[in-house]
T-cell receptor, first 114, second 112 residues
Framework: DTGVSQDPRHKITKRGQNVTFRCDPI?????LYWYRQTLGQGPEFLTY????????KSRLLSDRFSAERPKGSFSTLEIQRTEQGDSAMYLC????????????FGPGTRLLVL | DAKTTQPPSMDCAEGRAANLPCNHS???????VYWYRQIHSQGPQYIIHGLKNNETNEMASLIITEDRKSSTLILPHATLRDTAVYYC?????????????FGGGTRLMVKP
């Protein structure tokens, strides 16, 4: 257990529905990252926050995706109008500061869109 | 960040050393070599990282060649619980975002 928690661990939804995932980072870690991992592939970067500011978004993050970290602690990732191609593992990671070099990952949320 | 090349899979006998190679021939002087592993259905787990010198911690040793174009992760006494996908990642020191770029990794199977 790295101390990063994610909820839910599994989510099954129908195409077109909205889903929201939550990530609770290690306490006082000011960097928070979201990655997506499809079957058989390595994780791919989606976006990251420095405190409450979202500093970078990957081109993988379409307009249907939105991430927030309102108080610089937990973060949410919402997918609107889900598509079957959104089926993946969504991973969250946190890091202490820009001078800390290690990202600690949560267990992930596995999404299946039917 | 430089690209890495790893064998897709390897086997290792339980109790023996597992040596996982990684090629990063285009690495530049300001890029770290990181190793993470991912056990089935879990998030990636940090193992070790280095810049130029060899590194050792409680989990593994990292051997980086003198020209830095390749490295080897060594698990000295592999156990069944070390069965996982191992990712070698190169990340620039001045990568302000610190985001990690994962490749396909090496699937290590530790056999009894």
């Amino acid at each position: 257990d790295t101390g990063v928690s994610q909820d839910p661990r599994h989510k099954i939804t129908k195409r077109g529905q909205n889903v929201t995932f939550r990530c609770d980072p290690i306490s006082e870690h000011n960097r928070l990252y979201w990655y997506r991992q499809t079957l058989g592939q390595g994780p791919e970067f989606l976006t990251y926050f420095q405190n409450e500011a979202q500093l970078e978004k990957s081109r993988l993050l379409s307009d249907r995706f939105s991430a927030e970290r309102p108080k610089g602690s937990f973060s949410t990732l919402e997918i609107q109008r889900t598509e079957q191609g959104d089926s993946a593992m969504y991973l969250c990671a946190s890091m202490a500061s820009i001078h800390q070099e290690t990202q600690y990952f949560g267990p992930g949320t596995r999404l299946l869109v039917l | 960040d430089a690209k890495t090349t790893q064998p897709p899979s390897m086997d290792c006998a339980e109790g023996r050393a597992a040596n996982l190679p990684c090629n990063h021939s285009t690495i530049s002087g300001n890029e770290y070599v990181y190793w993470y592993r991912q056990i089935h259905s879990q998030g990636p787990q940090y193992i070790i990282h280095g810049l130029k010198n060899n590194e050792t911690n409680e989990m593994a040793s990292l051997i980086i060649t003198e020209d830095r174009k390749s490295s080897t992760l060594i698990l000295p006494h592999a156990t069944l619980r070390d069965t996982a996908v191992y990712y070698c990642i190169v990340r620039a020191v001045n990568n302000a975002g610190n985001m990690l770029t994962f490749g396909g990794g090496t699937r290590l199977m530790v056999k009894p």
